[in-house]
């Protein structure tokens, strides 16, 4: 059993009260390790932690604060397969997909900020016919905190914490209680890397009390959270009164739009992806699917064929499409989508069941899920489900389509399959989202923004986004 210690002023030790959480390995069902179960003690002490470390690093130069940065991210590459490893063990997702996504991004967040950094400017504006220059300074916050969720853990935590100590911030990070494993073991990375003590502290525990306390501390200024909704919404009625900078990535419920004018196969082949890559449990997932009524049909047969076909397996096996869902009791929710579709008419086309791998009865696994719905009013295509349950319903016309895609209280992103300009046009212009893919999904340039409208989110991460989250703009003005 391998437990895992809070990494706190650059050592790992145990939880204060030594209070512990059991870790589950979602591919058997077996308590594998333990987590911290850390409380507001052991929070307290990172925050110490990373006070004492803010001076010197927030006045440690750039150069130096990016070449940092960069070991930590040759560092991740280094131990690519222990990591992805590690990674697939906690979350069940395909192995193979933590080694060609999941940990290389990690990677990649350490090297863009590392560099996004040095190419950080302000503004300064004349003030004509004054005798008066204003220059803006953007200073690091001080103590911020990091809160990531579990789908893609090590991608997310190190999208938060890479453009905060960029900024020369110092952090207190909790990852998800569910998948610990790589946040814990990129403490020791950050080590190696040099990156001085205190300036990155990680606590584990849950989210109620752990990441409660990181929220609700005072001098912790501004709180970047990725997670579900109503965590979000639980976050920014804690932080208003003490007036903390929030950044809230959350859920989405995302369309998928299929025109009939569209590259079919690699529209056929991307749909498959986008609606079951890590089992479904994607914030950016085209979980509702509509299709152009003159293609409906031909669509319906070749989506389910390709989804009849996903090998539903083992995280380790080179075979795998789909692994394991996170946990039983997310298993178990989306399990009951399934249910509440068939209770609204819905008609399951494909999937619907669990899954028992050989030799890994204990498991959460799902077979693949493509559910006909009679509305798009339907439960199951105005909520968030999370893994690999879609949704698909025809359309007649682009206003039709456009109504349906923007009436759910989401806005995370959108895909758009078409080769009609104008209509890319409009209908980009008018959805209700954060981020449209059009005739691809989920490519991604770390230079653009990323986040969401309505209840997914509020604010904007990468790029230069980020940056300026994690940094608080000064006015100076001057009188010559
Ligand atoms: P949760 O909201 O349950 O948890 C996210 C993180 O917040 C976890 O670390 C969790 O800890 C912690 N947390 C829970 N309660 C509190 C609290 N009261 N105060 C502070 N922290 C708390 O989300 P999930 O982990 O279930 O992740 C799935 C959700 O994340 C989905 O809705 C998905 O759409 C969204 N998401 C959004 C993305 C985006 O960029 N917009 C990207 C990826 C996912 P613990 O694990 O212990 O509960």
Known sequence: MQNIQNYINGEYSNPIQELWIDNYNP?????????????SDDVEAAYTAAKSAFKEWSN??????????????ELIEANLDKLAEAESKDNGKPIWLAKAVDIPRASSNFRFFANAITQFASESHESVGQNAINYTLRQPIGIVGCISPWNLPLYLFTWKIAPAIAAGNCVVAKPSEVT????????????????PKGVLNIVHGLGGSTGQAIVAHPDIKAISFTGGTVTGAHIAKVAAPMFKKLSLELGGKNPNIIFADCDYDDMLTTTVRSSFANQGQICLCGSRIFVEETIYEKFKADFVERVKNLKVGHPSAADTKVGALVSKPHLEKVMSYIDIAKEEGGNVLCGGNKITVEGYENGYYLEPTVIEVPTDECRVNQEEIFGPVVTIMPFKTEEEVLQMANKVKYGLSSTLWTNNLKRTMRMSNQLHAGIVWVNTWLMRDLRTPFGGVKDSGVGREGGFEALRFFTEPKNVCIKY
């Open 27 to 39: 591919a058997n069902g077996e308590v594998y390790s333990q987590i911290p179960n850390s409380q």
């Open 180 to 195: 610990p494993m790589t946040a814990y073991l990129l403490g020791d990375i950050c080590t190696q890397a040099g990156l």
């Open 60 to 73: 440690t130069t750039l150069e130096k604060r990016s070449r940092i940065m960069l070991k930590i991210s």
